[in-house]
């Protein structure tokens, strides 16, 4: 059993619309929970934490934790082209990262 | 503020050789990680620095190894290079103590094996 499952997608929303990513872990011990965006041909860059069950938002994000059904997500409001991207989900549990295979997010105009 | 930094940016290496990969974490930072990440997958966690000291690894083979600087910095070492290393390097800083255990990463370092 993988430890983080994402759908490898690819997603497609519309300009405009909300994109909701999901991602699943396997640890009960995990305890801190991130999105990362990765850019093809680059380096993932951190868009949101999360470590208390709930919502938490940012901007145009919003991550969304239940750790008793063990899963994160991820919504993206008024989606851009420029969102287009691979979505990765991290946890921890003592300090290392553990990824999922990530979810491609494609924005059309 | 500084971020993390890698060198060098691409890399190409024949099957046998040997590679160093070279990390500076974000000011403040005394943590580094080292994660491997192949086409289409997400980055796997090679080992972690702290102190000087490897803390924790993954499921990585002792051709790779590691070694961090009183500065905080770091570098990566792959011996007897395969075809299968191939993939992007990142290096990852952190604030052990900090309240959080959020991870930056650098820009990579692309390494072919020919």
């Known amino acids: 059993q993988k430890e983080v499952e994402q759908n490898s997608g690819p997603l497609s929303v519309p300009e405009g619309a909300i994109a909701s990513l999901n991602c699943t872990y396997s640890?009960?011990?995990?305890?801190?929970f991130f999105w990362y965006r990765q850019y093809s041909g680059k380096s993932p860059e951190l868009i949101m934490s999360?470590?208390?069950?709930g919502d938490k938002e940012d901007g145009r994000f919003t991550a969304q934790l239940n750790k008793a059904s063990q899963y994160v997500s991820l919504l993206i409001r008024d989606s851009q082209p420029s969102d287009s991207a691979t979505y990765l989900c991290a946890v921890t549990g003592f300090q290392k990262l553990v990824f999922g295979t990530g979810t491609r997010l494609l924005v059309s105009p | 503020d500084a971020g993390v930094t890698q060198s060098p940016t691409h890399l190409i290496k024949t099957r046998g050789q040997q590679v160093t990969l070279r990390c500076s974490p974000k000011?403040?930072?005394?943590?580094v990680s080292w994660y491997q990440q192949a086409l289409g997958q997400g980055p796997q966690f090679i080992f972690q620095y702290y102190e000087e000291e490897e803390r924790q690894r993954g499921n990585f083979p002792d051709r790779f190894s590691g070694h961090q600087f009183p500065n905080y910095s770091s570098e990566l070492n792959v011996n007897a290079l395969l075809l299968g290393d191939s993939a992007l390097y990142l290096c990852?800083?952190?604030?052990?103590?900090?309240?959080?255990?959020?991870?930056?990463f650098g820009p990579g370092t692309r390494l072919t094996v020919l």
């Open positions: 000011s403040g930072h005394d943590t």
């Open positions: 640890d009960r011990v995990s305890q801190s």
């Open positions: 999360i470590y208390s069950n």
């Open positions: 990852a800083s952190s604030l052990r103590a900090g309240v959080t255990d959020t991870q930056y």
